[in-house]
C-alpha cells in the first residue's frame, strides 16, 4: 500500500488511466472481432465498418494505447481484408 500522500495520488492516477486504455482497447477489439465475423459468414460488410474501425484505431493511437506502428499494421489487415472481400464479392 502507499504510503505518503504523492503515492496514493499516483496509485489512484494509474488505477484510472489503466481502466481508460482498457476501455479503449476494447472498443477497438469489439470492433474488429465483430467486422472479421461479419466478412467470415459473408454478410454484408459496408465501408462504415472500416471507418468505425479506424477511428478506434486511431483513438487508441492517440491516447497512448497502441504505438504508431501497431496501430497502422492493424489498420492495413483490416484494409487488406476488406479489399480481398470486395473483389471476391464483386467477382
Same mark, same amino acid.
Given at each position: 500500500?502507499p #504510503?505518503t +500522500? =504523492?503515492? +496514493?495520488?499516483?496509485?489512484?492516477?494509474?488505477?484510472?488511466l489503466a481502466?481508460? %486504455?482498457?476501455?479503449f482497447?476494447?472498443?477497438?477489439k469489439m470492433?474488429m472481432? $465483430?467486422? *472479421?465475423k461479419a *466478412?467470415? +459468414? /459473408?454478410?454484408?460488410?459496408k465501408?462504415? !465498418?472500416? =471507418?468505425n #474501425?479506424?477511428?478506434? #484505431?486511431? $483513438?487508441c @493511437? $492517440?491516447? /497512448?494505447? @497502441?504505438? =504508431?506502428r %501497431?496501430a497502422a499494421?492493424?489498420k492495413?489487415?483490416?484494409?487488406?481484408?476488406?479489399?480481398a472481400? !470486395? =473483389? $471476391? +464479392?464483386?467477382?
Amino acid at each position: 500500500m502507499p #504510503i505518503t +500522500k =504523492s503515492a +496514493k495520488k499516483a496509485m489512484n492516477r494509474a488505477e484510472k488511466l489503466a481502466k481508460r %486504455n482498457k476501455d479503449f482497447k476494447l472498443r477497438m477489439k469489439m470492433a474488429m472481432k $465483430k467486422f *472479421i465475423k461479419a *466478412i467470415e +459468414k /459473408g454478410e454484408e460488410v459496408k465501408v462504415e !465498418q472500416l =471507418s468505425n #474501425i479506424y477511428k478506434a #484505431i486511431d $483513438k487508441c @493511437l $492517440k491516447v /497512448g494505447v @497502441l504505438k =504508431s506502428r %501497431n496501430a497502422a499494421r492493424k489498420k492495413a489487415r483490416m484494409s487488406k481484408m476488406f479489399h480481398a472481400y !470486395q =473483389s $471476391k +464479392k464483386s467477382a
